[in-house]
C-alpha cells in the first residue's frame, strides 16, 4: 500500500499506471518486453523463458496491490493541472497499448538497424555479401 497519495488522484489512473508499468497486456508497457523476449527467444530461449517467468511474477505482484490497494495514509496537496496529465497520461498508455502500430511504425526502420548493430551478421550473411 502507498503512503502518500496526490489528493486527485482518482483509483482508476492509479490502477492504470500500475497495470502499465507491470507490462499488463493491453497497455503501452506490454509491447517492450513482448518483442525483447520474441527477438531473445531464437538465440538464448532459457534467458527469455526465465525473463518471461519474471515478467508473469511481476504482472501477479501487480494484480495483487491493485486488488489490495487501500485509504491513503497521508493525502497531499496537488499541483495545479495534475490531474489533467494524469489522465492524459493514462489516455496515452491505453491507446499506444490497445494500437501500438502507431509508435511502433515509426520506430520500425531505426529498431531494424539497430538490431543489425547489436546482432552482426554471421558467417553465412558475411559470405552473401
Not at 52 to 77: D, K, M
Request: glycine content about 14%; aromatic content about 6%.
Amino acid at each position: 500500500m502507498l503512503a502518500s497519495w496526490p489528493a486527485g488522484a482518482s483509483p482508476w489512473t492509479r490502477r492504470v499506471g500500475l497495470l502499465a508499468l507491470a507490462g499488463a497486456p493491453g497497455m503501452v508497457g506490454f509491447w517492450g518486453p513482448t518483442f525483447a523476449l520474441t527477438g531473445a527467444m531464437p538465440q538464448r530461449p532459457a534467458a527469455a523463458l526465465l525473463a518471461l517467468l519474471g515478467w508473469a511474477l511481476g504482472l501477479i505482484a501487480a494484480a495483487r496491490a491493485v486488488h489490495a490497494e487501500g485509504t491513503p495514509t497521508v493525502v497531499t496537496p496537488d499541483a495545479p493541472g495534475a490531474r489533467d496529465a494524469r489522465l492524459a497520461l493514462a489516455a496515452v498508455v491505453l491507446v499506444l497499448g490497445l494500437g501500438p502500430g502507431l509508435a511502433t511504425g515509426a520506430l520500425e526502420r531505426w529498431a531494424l538497424d539497430l538490431g543489425s548493430f547489436v546482432s552482426p551478421p554471421g558467417p553465412a550473411q558475411v559470405a552473401q555479401r
